[in-house]
T-cell receptor, first 114, second 113 residues
Framework: EAQVTQNPRYLITVTGKKLTVTCSQN?????MSWYRQDPGLGLRQIYY???????DKGDVPEGYKVSRKEKRNFPLILESPSPNQTSLYFC?????????????FGEGSRLTVL | AQKVTQAQTEISVVEKEDVTLDCVYE???????LFWYKQPPSGELVFLIR??????QNEISGRYSWNFQKSTSSFNFTITASQVVDSAVYFC??????????FGKGTRLHILP
């Protein structure tokens, strides 16, 4: 089954404790992206990647890191999480460049930083 | 800079009524893409439609239709004969071709039985 898989789905952590949210897709997609969803703010793009070893900042990259060492994986790293990073996070992928087709989204990861 | 405005934060209609969700976008590019996504109460995000800036033809898919007007920079979404299953948050999105995709803040649609 074609899918984008995120882990963990739910996480409660404390300020400053490094964490990684993994994202993996099995569709051989070139494009991958991370979004955060907050009430009243919609979906905001954090980082995106057009291909292996190519990543770019979205609109809200501060406090996050990403890497794209393999085509299928695009982990989101919070080196020192803060309460303002409490949010619902979505990973997405697309066959080629993100604007040429539909985005396939993961189920979301709800992160709470205390 | 690109921007997407969904002025309707929340809409409630009675089942079987028609409802239109508004989307106004801003871009300086002549080539761009517009999208609509649906987020039902279960939380997943579902792609509904993509439109490029050179194709202003309206599109109909069952009870869903989309009206793209470059003159008013709008890409509105109409649900005809709404059903309770249409209750969701709907997002409009814009891409200028640089692989950044900007979403609007979403419109929460309640279909009342």
């Amino acid at each position: 089954e074609a899918q984008v898989t995120q882990n963990p789905r739910y996480l409660i952590t404390v300020t400053g404790k490094k964490l990684t949210v993994t994202c993996s897709q099995n569709m051989n997609h070139e494009y991958m992206s991370w979004y955060r969803q907050d009430p009243g703010l919609g979906l905001r793009q954090i980082y995106y990647s057009m291909n292996v070893e190519v990543t770019d900042k979205g609109d809200v990259p501060e406090g996050y890191k990403v890497s794209r060492k393999e085509k299928r994986n695009f982990p989101l790293i919070l080196e020192s999480p803060s309460p303002n990073q409490t949010s619902l996070y979505f990973c997405a992928s697309a066959p080629a460049q993100g604007n040429t087709g539909e985005l396939f989204f993961g189920e979301g990861s709800r992160l709470t930083v205390l | 800079a690109q921007k997407v405005t969904q002025a309707q934060t929340e809409i409630s209609v009675v089942e079987k009524e028609d409802v239109t969700l508004d989307c106004v976008y801003e871009t300086r590019d002549t080539t761009y893409y517009l999208f609509w996504y649906k987020q039902p109460p279960s939380g997943e995000l579902v792609f509904l439609i993509r439109r490029n800036s050179f194709d202003e033809q309206n599109e109909i898919s069952g009870r869903y239709s989309w009206n793209f007007q470059k003159s008013t920079s709008s890409f509105n979404f109409t649900i005809t004969a709404s059903q309770v299953v249409d209750s969701a948050v709907y997002f409009c999105a814009l891409s200028e071709g640089g692989d950044k995709i900007i979403f609007g803040k979403g419109t929460r649609l309640h279909i009342l039985p």
